[in-house]
């Protein structure tokens, strides 16, 4: 929609982005703009600002000086959870403007949700807040409709849930959506992602140990048990790409549990993968495994 604006438009608008920082929109647009009158401006970024509320407050109490300090046509790109902050917090500011709402087709929206969820978890898009919005987002809108999703598509997006459950923080509920997930790819058999869900699924459990430190070895002992079900998968599926991408994680679990003959053996296994499929910090990580594990067997050994 940015783009067919800026080809339909008589005059040069410009463009600019709040970082995510920003206390105050006013201020903000000035500093950016300087002494520069443009005849039109376009700003991105508010979805993405951390203490929107404060934002939005001082906006609507300095109403008057967007009027007598911007001459030209200020378009705010939000999405729908702003918007309604917008209504609800900056009264006043919100009286002089024009909401024009974008509804996407449906088909649309499913292919958006289809595409995204499946390069999340072909590993070409990392997840970050930002993204998982805008699929919940997609989602809610579907819903609205009361479209009925397929079910790999209901289960690709209880994978997404779970990523933005994990990125809050809300473990329990990222392993529970998680878990639905997994349960779909075991049915249909789809080992890449019954892998990448258990990759994730031991990750959570790894935050949980860090989080609970006094008796957490229960915590790291689920971690390893998804993690080695992980690789497992991936060998079976021979993808030994994978394997070698997530093996370095398995081996900090393993150092964490002073699991050291364990440790040893992964790292014959993890090597020799490494200098095919990793990066020389993958490596490097080995020789320390090794190294550690060496170590704490002649330590053993002595005593």
């Not at 929609?1 to 410009?14: A, H, Y």
């Not at 900056?90 to 499946?118: G, M, R």
Request: glycine share 2%; with cysteine.
């Amino acid at each position: 929609m940015v783009e067919r604006l800026r080809q339909l438009s008589p005059v040069q608008i410009r463009e600019i982005t709040l970082p995510a920082s920003v206390k105050t929109l006013y201020t903000n647009i000035r500093e950016q703009l300087l002494d520069e009158q443009p005849p039109a401006l376009m700003v991105f970024g508010l979805e993405s600002v951390k203490d929107i509320d404060t934002v939005l407050k001082s906006a609507n109490q300095v109403r008057e000086e967007f009027r007598k300090n911007f001459p030209f046509p200020i378009l705010l790109w939000v999405n729908d959870q702003v918007l309604q902050k917008f209504i609800r917090l900056a009264t006043d500011l919100e009286n002089w403007a024009t909401i024009i709402e974008f509804e996407n087709p449906t088909d649309e929206l499913v292919n958006f949700l289809q595409q995204k969820t499946d390069e999340i978890f072909a590993g070409d898009v990392t997840p970050n807040s930002q993204i998982c919005r805008e699929l919940e987002t997609a989602r809610q809108d579907l819903h609205s409709r009361q479209e009925v999703f397929e079910p790999a598509l209901q289960a690709s997006l209880e994978f997404v849930l779970g990523l933005n459950d994990y990125l809050h923080d809300q473990i329990d509920a990222a392993l529970a959506h998680y878990q639905q997930s997994l349960s779909f790819w075991q049915q249909i058999n789809y080992l890449e992602r019954q892998g990448i869900l258990l990759v994730n699924i031991a990750l959570a459990y790894e935050r949980q140990a860090e989080k609970y430190q006094v008796d957490n070895i229960r915590y790291w002992q689920e971690a390893r048990n998804y993690l080695q079900q992980a690789i497992e998968i991936f060998e079976q599926a021979q993808r030994s790409d994978l394997v070698a991408k997530h093996i370095t994680k398995l081996g900090e679990v393993l150092r964490h549990l002073q699991a050291w003959s364990e440790l040893q053996n992964l790292v014959e296994k993890s090597l020799p993968l490494h200098q095919n499929y990793g990066t020389s910090l993958q490596l490097a990580k080995d020789y320390g495994f090794f190294g550690r594990s060496s170590l704490a067997a002649v330590t053993l050994g002595r005593s």
